[in-house]
């Protein structure tokens, strides 16, 4: 079982993670503040407590918020967390 480690700079509130998108240190299934998109953090793609191996161009700080440690979950139940833990999505 993987034990949380709350990123530098993360908000926790409860069950919720916030932080940046370059911040993400667990897999999991993550959505962007303000738009609501989707990610998706496989095991592989976020190795050994290091960032995300996926990059990303933008001139904006994608804030993220981690809706489950399971980066494989339905998408209804995807939206179902975010919508409790007050996190508006688009997919």
Not at 10 to 37: L, M
Request: proline fraction near 9%; charge should be positive; glycine fraction near 4%.
């Amino acid at each position: 079982m993987t034990t949380l480690a709350i990123p530098q700079h993360a908000t926790p509130n409860r069950n919720r993670v916030t932080c940046n998108f370059d911040q993400i240190r667990e897999p999991g299934t993550y959505v962007e503040n303000r738009w609501g998109t989707l990610f998706r953090m496989p095991e592989d793609g976020v190795p050994a407590n290091r960032p995300v191996a996926a990059k990303r161009a933008s001139r904006e700080c994608w804030s993220v918020t981690r809706v489950s440690r399971n980066p494989r979950i339905p998408l209804e139940l995807a939206r179902k967390i975010a919508r409790n833990l007050g996190v508006a999505t688009s997919f």
